[in-house]
């Protein structure tokens, strides 16, 4: 009896040990890509890597679900050597930002020389995800656009082509460079042209490109032909990656900030006449100064951005984050006397309400949520609105 018990938990062991190493073999955590690298030349076999983030649902779902099935390891492990890396910590940043990955999870496929021969992005199911694999693994996908285009091909047709096809697979900066060779001496004329048009309102990222700054100046132009909305939310969407850009994550959590980058390109906006363009800087500025616990910067930068006309429901996220967080007496105080003299511009009507269409459905007005703060602020105890 006892040497069965020992079989069985033996064979137990067994299966404990077969069901863990199935699944994909990745690389030990915290492996750099170039020692995948180097792995794969040795073993004559391709790079598979997982670009992802600890927040985004798809990526748990294929690390959890997809990932450790045998059906996927048979597949991969012959032929790929591994690898994870998380795009917010460690080598991710960079990596992340030299390969152009903006959307997770991407998948990657790299040659023993390190260079991209495809990739995709998004999950799916284990037989999606392998027909995919497959497909990325031959040089007719990335690879094979990359090389004609670094060769020199300019054909309008290719170059829309190219433009497509980067866009499905979020290679945002290079969506851009194509994009400005399309509207390069056209900033004039673009907007008269159905697909150069779509080209600016698509695919265009560089606030400092001649048809933007045109597009800026002469917003008659487009708004003729696309609406003022949607007019409206394509150059607020350039504005607002760019100066998104101007954090970078330095791999440990924290933010580094471009001052310079920011700077000059608050100048730009200035210089094109956008009419919110302290919004972008301080929204910038703020998030900054909360990722290094900075409250002095913070406070000083809700108060010229109160100046510059802060809307009111920013201005109450951004108090919430003091409230919160901050334990400076002096920085609460000066809080408490902005949202005093906000709150009283609005009660007077020497300040009208701001509508948002975010915020139709809520019961609370930006008002009441100031009162609420102050008298929080001001030490009372508050059932919150």
Not at 77 to 95: C, L, Q, R, T
Not at 145 to 172: H, M, Q
Not at 286 to 294: F, G, Q
Request: proline share 3%.
């Amino acid at each position: 009896m006892r040497l069965g018990k020992l079989f069985a938990l033996a064979m137990v062991a067994l299966c404990a040990m077969s069901v863990s190493a199935q699944g994909i073999e990745f690389m030990p955590e915290g492996s750099l890509l170039q020692a995948a690298v180097d792995k794969a030349k040795a073993e004559n076999k391709l790079v598979f890597l997982d670009c992802y983030t600890s927040w985004c649902g798809p990526c748990r779902m294929m690390a959890t679900k997809i990932f450790p099935t045998q059906e996927v390891g048979d597949f991969m492990n012959p032929k790929y050597v591994s690898i994870k890396i998380d795009m917010e910590k460690g080598e991710g940043p960079a990596v992340a930002e030299r390969l152009q990955v903006s959307a997770f999870p991407t998948f990657v496929i790299l040659n023993g020389e390190g260079a991209e021969v495809g990739r995709f992005v998004g999950g799916s199911d284990a037989k999606g995800f392998m027909e995919r694999v497959e497909k990325n693994s031959v040089n007719d996908g990335s690879a094979s656009l990359d090389a004609r285009f670094n060769a020199g091909e300019r054909d309008p047709k290719f170059l829309l082509d190219y433009i497509e096809y980067l866009n499905g697979v979020y290679r945002r900066q290079q969506c851009n460079v194509v994009a400005e060779i399309l509207l390069d001496g056209k900033a004039e004329t673009f907007a008269s042209d159905t697909t150069l048009m779509k080209v600016f309102m698509n695919h265009l990222s560089n606030p400092y490109n001649p048809a933007f700054i045109y597009a800026t100046k002469h917003p008659e132009e487009m708004v003729a032909q696309v609406g003022r909305e949607k007019y409206d939310n394509r150059i607020h969407s350039v504005l607002y990656r760019y100066s998104n850009s101007t954090l970078k994550k330095d791999g440990n959590g924290g933010l580094v900030l471009d001052s310079k980058k920011l700077d000059d390109f608050y100048s730009l906006m200035k210089e094109c006449n956008i009419a919110k363009a302290s919004h972008y800087k301080h929204d910038v500025l703020l998030r900054y100064a909360e990722s290094k616990e900075d409250w002095q910067s913070y406070i000083a930068s809700m108060e010229e951005y109160a100046g510059a006309d802060m809307l009111d429901w920013v201005m109450c996220t951004k108090a919430r984050v003091l409230i919160d967080k901050c334990q400076d007496k002096t920085v609460l105080d000066r809080l408490k006397a902005l949202l005093q003299t906000r709150y009283d511009a609005l009660s007077s009507g020497s300040r009208q309400p701001q509508v948002v269409k975010a915020l139709k459905s809520s019961d609370v007005t930006p008002q009441q949520r100031l009162e609420e703060y102050i008298k929080i602020l001001n030490g009372e105890n508050v059932k919150p609105a």
